[in-house]
């Protein structure tokens, strides 16, 4: 209780609770646009229960892994070499995540452009995706941001209370934008096309970051910032354009 009370009144640990609840948010923004583009293929009576579910798996796996802060911190040791690059366990995740989400994002994009045809390599079984596949997928992201994010999360602290409290926050966040930003995506099918681009240039600097390339994340979400806003102005004029029609 006295260590708490003295993290309190620690001005250095206010700055740092304030800086990592924003690096979460942010982080979670990755998070959540995938979460939102995979429960839109849902039935509409499903989509905001697969939503809470998916955002809770990610609160859970994010809890449980600050209980593992040791384990976790030992996953960016090396556990072998190739190409001239020691690849630990932290390494080999993000390569597999990014991967994933590169074929998941193409596979988005490749159906929004060309329905797929019987036979395509892309074609599922069906045009929904099944709840179970919903949050099987989810739970895959859930994992890679949630060790990435944890990861993060110890380079900046090594107050375990702070960690806690910023991803509770991040999580609130998430929880309270998820439907609108679900909505928004469904809505405008043109943000369709752009949230899918954030998640091939997401994947790709996973897969970079895991073959240790360092990628600055203030590049990346102004990137996304700019497109966003683009998008937004094409928005505002398609709108005024309907309404002088």
């Known amino acids: 209780m006295e260590a708490l ?50 955002i809770g798996l990610a609160l859970v796996l994010r809890l449980a892994l600050l209980g593992t802060v040791a384990i976790i911190v030992r996953l960016t040791a090396p556990v072998f070499e190739a190409f001239g690059h020691g690849f ?66 110890v380079g900046m602290t090594p107050h375990v209370p702070i960690m806690v409290i910023a991803v509770l926050a991040a999580v609130t966040v998430m929880l309270l934008a998820a439907d609108p930003l679900a909505r928004f995506i469904q809505g405008n099918p043109t943000v369709v096309m752009l949230a899918l681009g954030f998640l091939l240039m997401i994947g790709m600097t996973l897969i970079a970051e895991g073959f240790g390339a360092h990628v600055p994340k203030g590049y990346i979400y102004a990137a996304m910032a700019f497109s966003t806003l683009v998008e937004g102005l094409n928005i505002l004029s398609r709108r005024a354009r309907r309404r002088q029609g």
């Open 88 to 153: 630990s366990w932290r390494d080999l995740i993000l390569i597999a995540g990014g991967l994933f989400l590169v074929w998941k994002a193409t596979k988005e994009i490749h159906h929004n452009v060309d329905p797929p045809a019987e036979g395509d390599m892309f074609a599922g079984k069906g045009a929904r995706l099944g709840f179970g596949a919903a949050i099987a997928q989810i739970l895959v992201l859930d994992l890679v941001f949630s060790i990435d994010s944890i990861i993060t999360a």
């Open 5 to 54: 009370l003295a993290l309190a009144a620690d001005p250095a640990a206010w700055i740092a609770l304030a800086t990592l609840v924003a690096m979460e948010i942010v982080l979670g923004i990755d998070n959540l646009i995938f979460i939102s583009i995979i429960t839109n293929k849902l039935p509409a009576a499903q989509q905001g229960r697969a939503r809470r579910i998916g």
